[in-house]
């Protein structure tokens, strides 16, 4: 079983930043890929971006070129700097983990979402 514990959530204006953290623990069986997902009020949950162990990344098409994702493989932590973020950016985020198991296949492991609030 994998915990997920965010920080960095928080209220911004247009244009600013922030930087979202995901700390992994409590798996003795490898991380494959983490990630951030969001949900907006009324909206369904939307993958943000993806890394997996080997580094390779994946974005949403609405933050390319403003987030950034990265990893640091040996913490098992996952960061997403936000940068020139906008108030459709505004929703709660979510950290997700993958293992992929012999035998059970793909596991998803979530955190317990941080609101990103962006608003003058």
């Known amino acids: 079983q994998v915990q997920l514990v965010e920080s960095g959530g928080g209220l911004v204006q247009p244009g600013g930043s922030l930087r979202l953290s995901c700390a992994a623990s409590?798996?003795?069986?490898?991380?494959?890929?983490m990630g951030w997902y969001r949900q907006a009020p009324g909206k369904q949950r939307e993958l943000v971006a993806a890394i997996t162990s080997g580094g390779t990344t994946n974005y949403a098409d609405s933050v390319k070129g403003r987030f950034t994702i990265s990893s640091d493989n040996a913490k098992n932590t996952v960061y997403l700097q936000m940068n020139s973020l906008k108030p459709e950016d505004t929703a709660v985020y979510y950290c997700n983990a993958v293992q992929i198991r012999v035998v059970l296949g793909r596991l998803d492991y979530w955190g317990q979402g941080t609101q990103v609030t962006v608003s003058s």
């Open positions: 409590g798996s003795r069986f490898s991380i494959n890929a």
